[in-house]
């Protein structure tokens, strides 16, 4: 398979149509497999991925430290994407804070670089933004990043479409990262328009529900102890027992087509604007393959509405964080 290719924004940098998502392969799923994450990387790298996606909080730091081991003799090939501003403290990985401060943005910067060792970040995201903080300040000081050759690209996580246009003012935008998939449809509130206007490439993360929409996910039973979408209100209680009644008639459609649910999924959010490259998660080697078999999955007008006819925008039951982290999206 050749892969197929994608422009980051209107006057960015070209990426393969679909990213590898790294945080499952650290941190807040179970079964952590240094081997099986690096074997994946590879299959990556070997299949034409060329967006590897991290951030300083996953682990925190052992993820942009298990990129950073891979990476060498491998940097020219792999444009790669982290974020700051989400804080984690090793001692404590349960407690979160928030920093959009600019001296906090240098100090940031130098850890993901040091790292990843590496000595350009090709996309560096706002992971949150600092309700304490103007996002024109902190746009300014990652603008001061870029001059200084530490950052290639900017970008933000999780923002309204008001905030990215005030940070649009200050310095270039390249992409806008938010969750977005067939039962997480908030991005359609006005960031998917904004992004289609400004020029600004937009990068879904978690397309495949975290999971749930491959249908592999049976009951609240398949997650181990310490998996954190136990924590999750979708993956709780009744709110479990509705979306999995969705994500069966997305299979059996997907099952009409020959493909897989995954797959399915995945090809819906393709086809939603040609500004979009979603990132997924795996760390096995044959579901990354299949699941880049997605590229290849053309959906009709037709087999576009009968998606959305039996999983419509707002079908999902339950929100997709616990309260406290809900006050952090959409920002």
Same mark, same amino acid.
């Given at each position: ?134 996002? @024109?300040?902190? &746009?300014? /000081? ?6 200084? %050759?530490? $950052?290639? *690209?900017?970008? +933000? ?30 991005? @359609?509130?006005? &960031?998917? /328009? ?6 600004? %490439?937009? $990068?879904? *993360?978690?397309? +495949? ?35 999995? /009644? ?86």
């Amino acid at each position: 398979m050749t892969m197929k290719m994608r422009r980051l924004g209107a006057s960015g940098p070209q990426v393969s149509a679909l990213g590898l998502g790294c945080m499952g392969m650290s941190d807040f799923y179970a079964g952590h497999d240094e081997a099986s994450a690096l074997a994946t990387l590879d299959a990556a790298l070997d299949a034409g991925v060329t967006l590897f996606d991290t951030a300083d909080a996953y682990g925190p730091h052992s993820n942009e430290a298990l990129l950073g081991r891979w990476l060498r003799g491998k940097r020219e090939r792999v444009f790669l994407a982290t974020k700051f501003g989400l804080v984690r403290d090793p001692a404590d990985p349960h407690a979160r804070g928030i920093n959009g401060r600019p001296e906090y943005v240098r100090q940031a910067v130098d850890g993901s670089l040091r790292r990843l060792g590496v000595e350009t970040i090709d996309l560096y995201y706002q992971h949150r933004i600092d309700p304490q903080v103007p996002v @024109e300040e902190t &746009v300014g /000081a990652l603008a001061e990043l870029v001059a200084a %050759g530490k $950052v290639r *690209y900017l970008g +933000l996580s999780e923002v309204s479409a008001a905030t990215l246009e005030r940070a649009c003012t200050v310095h270039p935008i390249t992409a806008v990262q938010s969750e977005y998939s067939l039962w997480t449809r908030d991005p @359609e509130d006005g &960031v998917l /328009a904004a992004c289609a206007r400004l020029g600004v %490439g937009f $990068v879904p *993360y978690s397309p +495949l529900g975290r999971g749930f929409l491959t249908g592999a996910i049976r009951s609240p039973e398949d997650f181990a102890a310490d998996d954190y979408r136990r924590t999750s209100p979708r993956f709780q209680g009744e709110n479990f027992a509705r979306n999995l /009644a969705l994500v069966e008639q997305v299979r059996a459609l997907a099952e009409h087509k020959g493909v897989t649910a995954a797959q399915l999924a995945l090809a819906w959010v393709l086809a939603q604007g040609e500004y979009i490259v979603p990132i997924f998660g795996t760390t096995r080697p044959a579901n990354l393959r299949a699941n880049l078999a997605a590229l290849d999955v053309e959906l009709t007008t037709a087999e576009l509405a009968a998606i959305e006819a039996v999983f419509p925008r707002d079908a999902a039951a339950g929100a997709r964080y616990p309260q406290a982290m809900m006050t952090l999206v959409n920002a």
